[in-house]
């Protein structure tokens, strides 16, 4: 629309009311607290729309070309994006935010409290808290790949599907890795080993930790005995206030082998598959993975 087509138009119709304005050759100027009110139509701008002040509206405002807002944008409604969208400052979000497509960070972050999303060295990103990160789910938290922990996992019960194996860095060949598998069982064990010399009388006692009888149950307690040295008949009597009396032979060795059941450590043994388990056993949103 041209500067004359604008003017003839505002002179014809008396729905445009226009307060404390002028129109010259540089358009139309609102001043001393003026305002243009438009009621049942809309403005259509095809050039550049510069706006100094503030801009209040109850209805649509649709862009269609690159928008650019210098100071503080404030938002009450919906706002809907279909290009890009470059924010410089500072943006704050006080309703639900939508992504229907991606959310690429480059050189910035993502804060919220102590946790800060980012992208780090040669890594393709990082999730850092500064106090305890909590990563909490309905049924469970699923990692397809490898996951690398270099500090202390806690947790409050592990269900391992497959190898519960270490891996270190092999002693005495370099460039490779020594991995080692855990020893299974129905129960949760503990275990204590040691060396015992017996004195003349053949007899011992295997001093236990002073937490054991605290930490173990009373029943299911084993101990073995292994001679060192040329054979000879040992024995043991039951595991009692921490203790294990021995005997064997006058002033021989033996290796002693304490195992016992932790307390508060059971375990369902045997458990139904759900039903919505795929024939391996593996069951919930990994299950096809």
Known sequence: MSYAQLVRLIRAEATATIQHAGIGSAGVRVHSGGFITIENGGLDVEGTATIVGLLTGSGTIDWWGPSIFRGTLNVTGNMATSGT???LGATTLNGDVALNNDLTLGTGRILAGP?????????????YSSSILVLEAGNAVLINNDTDIRGILLTDGLDVDGPKNFRIAHPTKPGFWLRHGSTESPVSG???KGRLKLDAAGEGIVELPP?????NKPDGRTVQLTAIGRPFPVGADDVADGQVKVYGDPNREVFWHVMAERIGADFLLEEEIPAEATDDGRVGPWAAA
């Open 85 to 87: 969208l470059v924010v």
């Open 115 to 127: 946790v800060r999303i980012d992208r780090a060295g040669s890594y393709g990103g990082r999730v």
């Open 211 to 215: 937490y054991f009888e605290a930490l």
């Open 190 to 192: 503990t275990e204590y």
